[in-house]
């Protein structure tokens, strides 16, 4: 994969562009402010990028701003955002182009190098992978969530994994349970969501965008 | 021209008011009246100018701040023109170890004496008691007087109609000629006058009071610099309360945390060629320990300053705050500048902290907040749908958050009905606008 990093402290930068080469893809280039990480997503339109949401010189949300607008130019760029701090608001302006190929974790999530690398491929498949710190926000929602409150606690977990973006089989093997039983319970939850069977590919995208959309 | 109703109306409020007014301002100089009435009657003793002076004496100084009091109720509710009273307010009496109390000033053996105490110290130090007695001391003799003209043009009309021979026992003087007939022009004439006047009497009473109840701009000045003074303290002392916290965090939690994780990788080290498998836990471990230290830091950092706060500023925080509450929050903004840092902070932690009460306390389901641009600056209102009840208490979190409020000169108004919704505005001036 030829990947570009935004990242604004060489600290961090360096270590990740080390960690990605180690996995055998390619960094193409890297950025330090939201203006450059703009213009290397527009020049090289990665198959995947890493970026950071606070950047000189302002030190706000430029390179939160830089994706969107990359990704107004090209839609479904495929992004994983690592940032200090996760945002409901943040993950939800992402996700709400409905394209996929997001991904939005914290910094520390590339201390699990495998993890990472794979969530990174995932985002790069035009999948989404959000923080676990973001989806139990959203799932612990109270009253309002009315969708949600028809998806039984099992069904919940399972929602919780898959907007991680984690696979079938991976979300088995957490639960401890079969992969048949997960996909009953994904096709119950697609059913409950009213997501459809014709569109195969982003169906679990989907399901994470119909509850962030209609809470 | 008027429709004679509302002439009559404005007749009749008219006198009745002048009659309060008289009332109300003659109190003191009835003091004095009877102080002369008990001296003359005591006329021989040759003490007998100890009681009456007294007498006088306490019943002006007792009486001065109830009347000023009135005065100031009165014209408040016939005008509007409101008068700050300003009167100082004792400050706390404290226990002291040694189980006397302390008041500030005197050393006291019970609770009861070092307020009394305190009670007089303020009262006597206190400027707005030399302007009331002052007041009350002008007052009969500009809004007294003229206030009088309407019952005295009465009384002069009830004598002069009251027959021939009391009006001529009355107006003996006037009373050449045909006997009556001049009573009773003197009586029609204090009628007309009574009737004129009315209206007017009492209208003197606002200038008057606004005149000489104000605080004069100086005392004015010292009160505001008395507030800013314990502004200041709070500030201070909060602050550095907040520095111990940070300090005391990042101490206990994150630095102790590194040690920890220097000390495992220092382990897996020597450990690695020899007992690999105990050496891949212990970096294992370091790892978990390193992602735990970075929430405990991010937790941290919230609490000094929410980062979505300074990446988007108040009305994005706000919304992602609604986002994390567990309440239906809406959020509607008309703000489109950035604010303040400062004030955007307090702003924020203000909101979050009545979520959280509502939340917490008050059992809510829903909260709405809203931020509209004001002449008078920012007006942030927050209401839930929760049981209601709120109170600030001393020391409590709603006394706390006007306390911050308050070093940007802003308000906090609660409505809190038990049973709900609890409605909270703050208003922050902004220069900026």
Known sequence: ?215 | MRQPGSWVTSVRVGFARACVVLVVVMLVPAVWAAAVTLWLWWGGNPWSWVAPFLWAGLGTFALSRPVCRIVRSLVARWTGTAIPAGYREPGPVIQLSTGYWWNGHSYERTARDAHRDQRWRTRWHDPATWRDLRFTAIAPLTAGVLAAVPPAGLAVAVLGFGGPAFGGLAFGGLAFGQGGSAAVLVGVLGLVVAVAAAPHAWRPLEPVAARFLRPSPAMALADRVDELTAQRADVTVAQAAEIRRIERDLHDGAQARLVALGLSLATAEKLMDAHPDRAKALLREARAGAATSLTELRDLVRGISPPVLTERGLVDALRALALDSPLDTSVHADLRTRLEPPIEAAVYFAVAELLTNAVKHADADRARISLTRHDAGLVVEVEDDGRGGARVRAGGGLAGLRRRLAVFDGTCGITSPPGGPTRVTMVVPCASW
């Open chain 1, 1 to 215: 994969m030829r990947v570009v990093v935004a990242e604004d402290l060489y600290l961090l930068r360096d270590g990740m562009v080390r960690l990605i080469e180690a996995y055998g893809h390619e960094v193409v280039a890297t950025a330090t402010t939201g203006t450059g990480t703009l213009d290397a997503l527009r020049t090289w339109r990665p198959d995947v990028s890493v970026v950071d949401v606070r950047m000189p010189p302002t030190q706000s949300d430029e390179g939160l701003r830089a994706v969107l607008a990359a990704r107004r130019e090209l839609p479904g760029l495929p992004v994983l955002i690592l940032s200090q701090h996760v945002e409901q608001l943040y993950a939800r302006e992402l996700l709400a182009d409905g394209a996929g190929g997001i991904g939005y974790f914290l910094k520390e999530s590339v201390f699990d190098a495998d993890q990472f690398i794979d969530a990174l491929e995932r985002v790069a498949g035009g999948g989404t992978a959000l923080d676990p710190a973001v989806i139990a926000k959203l799932l612990s929602r109270g009253s309002s969530s009315r969708r949600l409150d028809r998806l039984t606690e099992r069904e919940r977990a399972v929602l919780g994994l898959m907007a991680e973006g984690l696979s079938n089989q991976a979300v088995a093997q957490r639960l401890f349970l079969s992969e048949s039983a997960i996909s009953k319970h994904t096709t119950s939850i697609f059913g409950k969501l009213g997501i459809t069977d014709d569109d195969n590919t982003n169906r679990r995208v989907l399901a994470v965008l119909t509850y962030l959309n209609n809470p």
